[in-house]
């Protein structure tokens, strides 16, 4: 198993070599695409920068894999491991900070602005609603109005053809009071009325924008021009929710209100004698305790209206390609994902040789490179132990004379050489003889 490992790696090492070269490009074509959005100036130097910028990261993506995949799987101390997997943490954040989320920019910046956009057109749909409804509750004041009026205007006919308050017919004091009364009030009633034509007019109008919204939300054109045209329509939108505010009618009802009462003079009793005065003075007094009445029952049902949650839309902010993307981020976690993929793929192969070059260790990968040698290294070998052997023997002092030892016999076969030492013979018998080798180095 251990051959075949070994084999594996000599392989797939051109093809490690081509993925981690591709996956940089990768990663830089889409950096490229998602820092174009963030650059200003010319066209020129937005693209040379963007140019610049992802050449930069694809440099620095290769090189910083390509020293791990080097190093880390033939590391064998934990320390020294332990300080190279701290470092890929490290390299790994700060390739994320400065190319992932600009490839996930490309990758899904187009949909984040539309996202924004679509975010945006229902809070100005919320903020038109509110803003109509807030309109519109004014005129709910419009039946109150006109009732008191129809009740004041009834009184007066009352009185003017039989002397329902004083007793006495014609038109005098009461009449003249009570008509008008209700005069202002029909003059309240009318301004009301008025006012709702303009909040269906504006109302209509913010509508239309908030379609023409919608469409460039789902429109099929550059993104760009998309955005700016919506920036347009929601500024459009806003306008029409600010004139729906001051439209309401309900602060003139109750400034109206509060003048029936305040502004209320009673008048001269003009009747032909003592009692009819008397009984003219009586029923003005209880027309005014009807008028103020009245007056406060308007102004309270106004202030209600008016103490209602204003509409408060906020103004549409333009996002870059790769800001939209970080503020949308939870909705686009598989653009995210490939994004980081790409970035951070080689250290699923670093890990993967990490395994392998250990399994290899446990395996006896010391003896390998013995049982994979050709014969010329193995004569190579040989020759280069001879002259070490050699130069050891010739460097050897001679020992002190002795008692000569009696010669033994050596058999026919193995003579022993002049000057050949005990400590050599089975090297001697065991190596093969030197043949002449007129083509070595």
Known sequence: M??????GQARLETTTKVTLAVLALASGVYTYLGVRGLLNGT????????????????????AFWSYL??????????????WLYVSMAVGSAMIIAMSSWLNAAALAGSAALEQHMSNATEVYQEQLDNAHANALAAQSLLPDIQLASKRFAALGEQERASGALTGTSGSGTVVQLLSQMSTELDRLAQEV???RDDVKQHFEQGSRHLARMRELVSKSTGIEERVNAFGEEALKVLGEITALEQTSIAPSVKRAAEDLSKTFIAPVADGRD?????????????????????????????????????AHPPRFQPLSPPEAVLAYAGDFLPSWAGAISIDLLPAVLIFVMVIVEGQIRRQGGAELDAESMSAAEVMRGVEIFRHMEARFLGERRPEPPGPREPERAHPPDHPQEPGASPSTENVARLTPPRRADTTRD
Do not use: C
């Open 274 to 310: 003592t009692s009819l005065q008397e009984r003219q003075t009586a029923v003005v007094g209880r027309v005014e305790r009807a008028v103020k009445a009245q007056s406060q029952a308007l102004a309270t049902a106004a202030d209600e209206i008016l103490n209602r949650e204003p």
């Open 2 to 7: 251990t051959t075949q490992l070994r084999t």
């Open 43 to 62: 066209a020129t130097i937005v693209f040379f920068g963007a140019v610049i910028y992802s050449a930069a990261v694809s440099v620095g993506i290769y």
């Open 69 to 82: 995949m080097h190093f880390l799987p033939h590391v064998e101390t934990a320390r020294a491991r332990f």
């Open 193 to 195: 009325e008025e006012s």
